[in-house]
């Protein structure tokens, strides 16, 4: 094995930046190398020089372990909290509940898990491919959404039991999404803001997400079950107009967002933005 | 030495020999392995990674020497008033622990 190879299979198991990345692979790769200098003229072959240089290094399991806790010790707890959530959820909604959902459901689940397990690893990957990992993260919400469609056969405490686990894995998918953005967001202007800034922006980034996505999900839904009708053109048009405002607040949405992380003054008006949207959909959702 | 007790000391160990000069990482691991005559069962990985808690607590920073590819330590505001804190802390330690001592043997 060579010392850049060795580097990287201990660097892999970090959540870290490309900066960082490139930072500790080229400040670590000088050192290992200047140490097997070291031994080479102690008179030691290259093989043995590298053999005892890794040695004195450490196991590439345990140096990743204590980088990647003194880094990010939040995302490690995280992966293991979504994953046995996962788990909890698909055990308990297969097993509980009367009708139950399809068998492909909770093997979809029990999958997810043992990726998200092997995240914990490989987590070098969700900092460099956030966007994977957030198609990830929305695979979870998508089967937790199907969960949900199950629940409301269960009665009693079993029913209480089951929205209180359905809670605690909505949590953990939240949880893991927020993580990368709050302690090693890949956004420059996000990277830039104070810790309480950044909380407050992903807060606000979060919860106008869930809602008008939700709202927009809502209608969508309401036109697909209700609202289309093969027979009658006019009255499905008619439906379909009902789409306009949610998509239009969606489409503001997302352009604030996009906005936001174009330049760092952007990122107030963005605050201001989203919370007149949010205004704007529990006024139309009361009225 | 006990694992736990070192856990305890090592913050300490590091900064107060980055306190004495500002050094690159492998200098700093290095000159702690010396001077402990391999009393120290601990990997220079986690010591590696321990300078990097450290420096994510903002108690150290660092720079890169621009000929030698290596980024060199030294302690900030913050890392000095911490490890004058510790220190006083230990010595007041050690100082009951000694008289402690003291006590007993006077006592015999």
Known sequence: ?287 | MDKEQLRGSLDLLVLSRILQQQNYGGGIIQDILRDSNEQLEISEGSLYSLLKRLEKKQLIVSHWESTQRRKYYQLTKKGMFYVEQKLADWRLLNQLIESAIGEDKHDD
């Open chain 1, 1 to 287: 094995m060579t010392i850049e190879s060795y580097v990287q299979q201990i660097l892999q198991r970090v959540e870290i930046s490309k900066r960082q990345h490139y930072d500790l692979t080229t400040e670590m790769t000088t050192y290992l190398e200047e140490k097997k200098q070291h031994y080479k003229q102690q008179g030691l072959s290259e093989e043995a020089a590298l053999e005892r240089t890794f040695r004195d290094f450490g196991e590439i399991e345990a140096v990743g372990k204590s980088l990647s806790t003194a880094l990010f010790p939040q995302r490690r707890w995280a992966l293991w909290y979504l994953a046995f959530a996962a788990v909890v959820y698909a055990v308990l909604v297969g097993t509980v509940v009367a009708v139950k959902p399809p068998l492909i459901w909770s093997i979809l689940l029990c999958v997810s898990a043992l990726i998200s397990i092997a995240f914990i690893r490989k987590q070098f990957y969700i900092a460099h491919y956030r966007g994977l990992f957030l198609l990830f993260c929305s695979m979870h919400i998508v089967l937790w959404a199907i969960g949900i469609l199950y629940l409301d056969q269960a009665q009693g405490i079993v029913l209480f039991m089951l929205r209180g686990c359905s809670i605690l894995y909505l949590g953990a998918i939240i949880y893991n999404i927020c993580l990368g953005a709050l302690y090693q967001p890949i956004i420059q202007q996000y990277e830039a803001l104070s810790f309480k800034k950044r909380t407050f922006t992903i807060m606000i980034n979060a919860i106008s997400g869930i809602v008008i996505i939700s709202y927009f999900l809502l209608f969508v839904a309401g036109v697909w079950f209700f609202g289309i009708d093969s027979t009658n053109l006019t009255y499905t048009l008619e439906s379909l107009q009902m789409l306009v405002i949610p998509t239009t607040m969606l489409c503001c949405w997302f352009a604030v967002i996009m906005a936001s992380k174009l330049h760092r003054y952007m990122i107030p008006v963005s605050w201001v933005i989203q919370l007149a949207l949010l205004c704007a959909v529990v006024i139309r959702f009361y009225s």
